[in-house]
């Protein structure tokens, strides 16, 4: 007997026959972070996600049928980001055969993808986009470096972890990550496991435990009940038409002789809301999420025609859980189409997942199917909070603009369209002079949402480089919008943004030209001054536009000094 055999033979003995989604980091709680108002939340999810790229590393190549599945955040205790993206080495459908077996006919172990983010922010909210250039276009432009795959493991039953072909879509709660497993590598075709990851180290999971089943499983979903410190699993394989619920009977997710105890079988044609019939498909991922006040809701994603990867119908739905004792149900809450396009951020018959922040906010993960970016990387989306996040924990919420390819695009779920994300932190890696270089957007924008601090102005200009006619946006520390830049003179026409500072290079000779100030002051109408500040203090009011002899105003900072041109009331 092999040591895989051994321990599947073990793990099959802790069945017992009867009766949030998770967030780790230093100082996540016990059964991950909560959501204030799960419904509210979701409602106001993007319908456009902000694209997010990682490096394929030490991956192996996926392709439309060995496909990505499952893709949960994890943030370490650090506050380092990682993805964990699961892969199928099941050739799968008839389908498959016909498009693929010209070059790529067999059937191979499943893998599980561990990618470090290290480029993005470890506060625990948005990641924002790692792919802003201020020269080229987002499907262009590879990820950075150290946004990469740094451990792949292949579950073909050596080095500790068993042999399986299809990792289906998971979730991860309290450092475990839970991973839905069927078709046997070399065995049987007809079985299925629950693989317990401790994932404390994400670079180099542990398996805790595994529990066979004598069915498939392709989706599962776990939380903690907080009432009584049990967890809840559901799985379903298939169409998706049945779900098992399972508890644990004990409290520790690491314990390796962890039971699991049936609990009840949920069928939709059985639910008592016809409109749960009416909205359920076969589902790519399904993830708990808690409640604040601990009603449980299961989030959804799928798409209902997954041969179109632009035009596709990509669908997430969220549900209400039900329990009366034993007996689960769904009541149906709310639902979202996505556009997972301009640029490619995924499939909802791909991979993804939801997540919680340390603020509450409700995010979800999109994936493609394959690694089919700039230099074979894999293109994700993150789905955040059309608001953002404006609770302070996340220095890129104080001041950006959001503009949108539609009138009140932000609440549009019958016919979604892009939205471009300006966040005042990522400037510099962007080209806010002229939005014909951000993938077109100068002739695009019809409606907008934005923040910044009480004060402080966010100004659109018409032409490129500051120029032309000026809409002028005051911020008062609120999340505010405009659904129809037609009735400002502003619809299809913003082709470049101010807000905050213009800041040169660190350590370049500026020479402040009088012609340029003033054509920048005229642009603006400002009522007030416009100075000139170095990091070392130096400072330079320019209230009157005219040197001593009408030239320039320059500059000289000393080495790796920033010279900053700033409006003041």
């Not at 073990?10 to 026959?17: D, E, G, K, Q, Y």
């Not at 475990?176 to 046997?184: D, F, K, N, S």
């Given at each position: 007997m092999t040591i895989a055999q051994r321990?599947?033979?073990?793990?099959?003995?802790?069945?017992?026959?009867?009766a949030g989604v998770g967030v780790a980091g230093a100082d996540a709680p016990i059964g991950g972070y909560t959501v204030g108002d799960v419904v509210t939340e979701y409602n106001r999810l993007a319908h456009h996600p902000d694209p997010i790229s990682i490096n394929i590393g030490v991956g192996q190549d996926a392709n439309l049928c060995k496909h990505y599945q499952g893709l949960c955040r994890y943030d370490?205790?650090?506050?380092?980001?990682?993805?964990?993206?699961?892969?199928?080495?099941?050739?799968?459908?008839?389908?498959?055969?016909?498009?693929?077996?010209?070059?790529?006919?067999?059937?191979?172990?499943?893998?599980?993808?561990?990618?470090?983010?290290?480029?993005?922010?470890?506060?625990?909210?948005?990641?924002?986009?790692?792919?802003?250039?201020p020269d080229q276009s987002f499907g262009s432009t590879p990820p950075p470096a150290e946004d990469v795959v740094v451990t792949s493991i292949v579950f073909d039953g050596t080095g500790g972890f068993p042999g399986w072909m299809h990792l289906g879509g998971m979730q991860l709660v309290?450092?475990?990550?839970?991973?839905?497993?069927?078709?046997?590598?070399?065995?049987?075709?007809?079985?299925?496991?629950?693989?317990?990851?401790?994932?404390?180290?994400?670079?180099?999971?542990?398996?805790?435990?595994e529990v066979i089943f004598p069915e498939r499983m392709g989706v599962v979903a776990i939380t903690r009940d907080p009432s009584f410190g049990h967890y809840l699993i559901a799985f379903t394989g298939g169409d998706s038409q049945t779900i098992?619920?399972?508890?644990?009977?004990?409290?520790?997710?690491?314990?390796?002789?962890?039971?699991?105890?049936?609990?009840?079988?949920?069928?939709?044609?059985?639910?008592?809301?016809?409109?749960?019939?009416d909205r359920w498909e076969k589902w790519q991922t399904m993830n708990f999420v808690r409640q604040t006040d601990g009603t449980l809701f299961m989030a959804m994603?799928?798409?209902?025609?997954?041969?179109?990867?632009?035009?596709?119908?990509?669908?997430?739905?969220?549900?209400?859980?039900?329990?009366?004792?034993?007996?689960?149900?769904?009541?149906?809450?709310?639902?979202?189409?996505?556009?997972?396009?301009?640029?490619?951020?995924?499939?909802?018959?791909?991979?993804?997942?939801?997540?919680?922040?340390p603020s509450g906010q409700l995010i979800l993960y999109t994936g493609e199917h394959d690694n089919g970016g700039p230099d074979d990387c894999i293109r994700c989306g993150e789905v955040r909070s059309y608001n953002v996040s404006t609770t302070g924990v996340d220095p890129s919420s104080d001041t950006w603009i959001e503009l949108y390819n539609d009138d009140t695009g932000w609440n549009d779920n019958a016919n979604p369209?892009?939205?471009?994300?300006?966040?005042?932190?990522?400037?510099?890696?962007?080209?806010?002079?002229?939005?014909?270089?951000e993938d077109g957007w100068g002739d695009e924008p019809d409606s907008l949402r934005f923040r910044a601090p009480a004060g402080q102005q966010v100004l659109l200009f018409k032409d490129q480089n500051l120029n032309g006619a000026v809409l002028r946006l005051t911020g008062d520390g609120s999340v505010q919008s405009i659904s129809r830049?037609?009735?400002?003179?502003?619809?299809?026409?913003?082709?470049?943004?101010?807000?905050?500072?213009?800041t040169t290079p660190p350590g370049t000779l500026l020479n402040v030209y009088l012609p340029i100030l003033t054509q920048f002051r005229a642009s603006l109408n400002y009522q007030g001054q416009m100075g000139v500040t170095l990091t070392s203090g130096t400072y330079l009011i320019l209230s009157e536009l005219a040197g001593p002899t009408g030239d320039a105003w320059v500059i000289r900072p000393a080495p790796n000094s920033t010279v900053e041109i700033t409006t003041f009331p």
């Open positions: 321990h599947r033979a073990r793990m099959m003995a802790l069945i017992v026959a009867g370490a205790a650090d506050g380092t980001p990682y993805f964990f993206i699961s892969r199928s080495g099941h050739h799968g459908s008839a389908a498959c055969f016909i498009a693929q077996c010209s070059f790529d006919c067999s059937d191979d172990p499943g893998e599980l993808l561990v990618a470090r983010l290290g480029s993005r922010p470890r506060h625990g909210e948005r990641l924002r986009s790692n792919l802003l250039s309290d450092d475990v990550l839970v991973i839905p497993m069927e078709r046997e590598w070399q065995g049987s075709s007809d079985i299925g496991s629950l693989l317990f990851l401790d994932v404390s180290a994400p670079a180099s999971p542990v398996v805790v435990n098992n619920w399972y508890e644990t009977i004990g409290t520790d997710l690491k314990d390796p002789m962890l039971q699991l105890v049936y609990v009840d079988t949920w069928n939709v044609g059985g639910t008592a809301d016809p409109n749960v019939i994603t799928d798409n209902t025609d997954p041969e179109d990867d632009d035009d596709g119908k990509h669908w997430s739905r969220l549900f209400r859980v039900t329990r009366n004792v034993n007996n689960f149900d769904f009541v149906y809450e709310a639902e979202q189409k996505l556009k997972l396009d301009d640029p490619r951020m995924g499939n909802a018959a791909a991979a993804g997942g939801f997540h919680v922040t369209d892009k939205s471009l994300m300006l966040d005042l932190i990522d400037v510099a890696s962007e080209n806010w002079w002229d939005l014909d270089d830049l037609d009735d400002y003179g502003f619809g299809d026409s913003i082709h470049s943004v101010f807000a905050g500072m213009l």
